[in-house]
């Protein structure tokens, strides 16, 4: 990992995911690429032209004027944390922001974006309904998001959930890189339904065969509500980090579709961490 994008919009949520995004580069020896992306106000056009482009380069000169005023307080929280040592570059963006943090992941090889995600509780108002589920959805490396009721604390616990397919082999092998870094074990989650496939047993003990060298935890659940079980996993088990697997378009909305108890709300400050298919 040589690279790692941080969209930031300045906000507190923001501010929270960027002490993630410096943990991440310095744990790896990546740079750290800041990106901040703006819009043009719609304005309606005024007979002379000219004044159209007037307001535009006021508000573009704006713009690059409040980016150069936050960078310094991004700094000092790195050098509050012992992280001014980790590598910074900015970039200051014009237009629409998935567009933005795609064409920087290809220009720039980006490895991961971490970023922050609003929502007062609920995993589906915290990353469905935010602007971070967009990028999860279009982006096309992982996204780490970060939820603005969060506190960092070191990652020592990971859970993995997984269905025990080939495909999750390589999101499982990049989760195991991030967890030696951080020292941490990884908890493949499991949960048993009535629609399992026969050979689901047969499976499960070839990953442990194959990961016997691992610092790897099965665990195989039975539950009815999918939601709930992950959670009420992640508050028993005290886990630092859900890592997720993309399998088809319309996961998200598929795997929350139902509305979720309070302890979703518990959920809101564990950082996700999701892998596209392919």
Same mark, same amino acid.
């Given at each position: 990992m040589k690279q790692i994008l941080f969209p930031t919009d300045f906000s507190e949520a923001a501010q929270t995911a960027?002490?993630?995004?410096?943990? *991440?580069? +310095?744990?790896?020896?990546?740079? %750290?690429? =800041?990106?901040?992306?703006?819009? %043009?106000?719609? =304005?309606?056009?005024? /007979?002379?032209?000219e004044s159209t482009k007037e307001i535009f380069d006021i508000v573009e000169m704006n713009q690059f !004027?409040?980016?150069?005023? @936050? %960078?310094?307080?991004l700094h000092k929280i790195a050098e509050r944390r012992n992280l001014g040592h980790v590598k910074m570059r900015n970039v200051l963006l014009y237009g629409d922001l998935i567009y933005n943090i795609n064409k920087v992941c290809n220009d720039d090889n980006i490895d991961l974006i971490v970023m922050g995600t609003k929502g007062a509780s609920g995993l589906k108002e915290t990353f469905i309904g935010s602007s971070t589920a967009s990028v999860i959805a279009n982006a096309k490396v992982p996204v780490l998001g970060i939820p603005a009721e969060a506190e960092y604390h070191p990652i020592k616990s990971i859970a993995f959930t997984t @269905?025990?397919?080939?495909?999750?082999?390589?999101?499982?092998?990049?989760?195991? !890189?991030?967890?030696?870094? *951080?020292?941490?074990?990884?908890?493949?989650?499991?949960?048993? &339904?009535? +629609?399992? /496939? !026969?050979?689901? !047993?047969?499976?499960? &003990?070839e990953w442990k065969i194959y990961y016997r060298s691992e610092k790897i935890d099965f665990f195989n659940i039975a539950g009815d509500h999918i939601e709930q079980t992950i959670l009420d996993f992640i508050q028993n088990q005290r886990v630092g980090m859900l890592v997720m697997r993309t399998h088809k378009r319309g996961f998200f909305e598929g795997l929350f579709h139902r509305s979720l108890t309070k302890k979703m709300a518990y959920h809101s400050k564990v950082p996700l961490l999701v892998f596209h298919e392919g």
């Open positions: 960027f002490i993630y995004a410096l943990r *991440f580069a +310095d744990s790896f020896g990546a740079e %750290l690429v =800041v990106l901040h992306v703006y819009d %043009l106000p719609i =304005v309606e056009t005024p /007979p002379l032209p !004027e409040s980016f150069r005023e @936050q %960078l310094p307080e @269905q025990y397919k080939d495909k999750d082999n390589d999101a499982l092998a990049k989760t195991l !890189e991030i967890a030696k870094k *951080f020292e941490a074990s990884v908890l493949c989650l499991y949960i048993k &339904n009535d +629609d399992d /496939p !026969e050979d689901i !047993e047969e499976r499960i &003990n």
